[in-house]
């Protein structure tokens, strides 16, 4: 679409362009595929970085995915026992 032109002003240019059959041609502009991202150090991560354990990050993504779907389902089973545990204690 050209500059300082509207989209129905673009809409009738194509329409009258292919003989005034009524189709319609909006092109709208969108935004870039990929958004840049500076590598440069964040003084924010930085601040971060001492609280987390790099060690577990990495055994993990040592893993297959099934492994991973396997330790979350896992994970999932301990915490659901622990609540009806939780439930049937409260209940007493």
């Given amino acids: 679409m ?3 032109s509207s989209s ?3 809409a009738r240019t194509c329409r009258n362009a292919i ?5 319609t041609r909006v092109v709208e502009p969108h ?3 990929f958004l840049s991202v500076s ?3 964040s003084p924010v991560i930085d601040a971060y970085k001492k609280d987390v354990d790099r060690t577990l990050l990495r055994e993990n993504l040592r893993l297959t995915t099934t492994e991973r779907v ?3 389902i896992a994970a999932l089973r301990f915490a659901e026992a622990v609540r009806r545990s939780r439930v049937k204690s409260e209940a007493s």
């Fill in 2 to 4: 050209p500059p300082g």
């Fill in 8 to 10: 129905s002003a673009c």
């Fill in 19 to 23: 003989g005034g059959s009524g189709y």
């Fill in 31 to 33: 935004p870039p595929a």
């Fill in 39 to 41: 590598l440069d150090p």
């Fill in 70 to 72: 396997r330790k979350m």
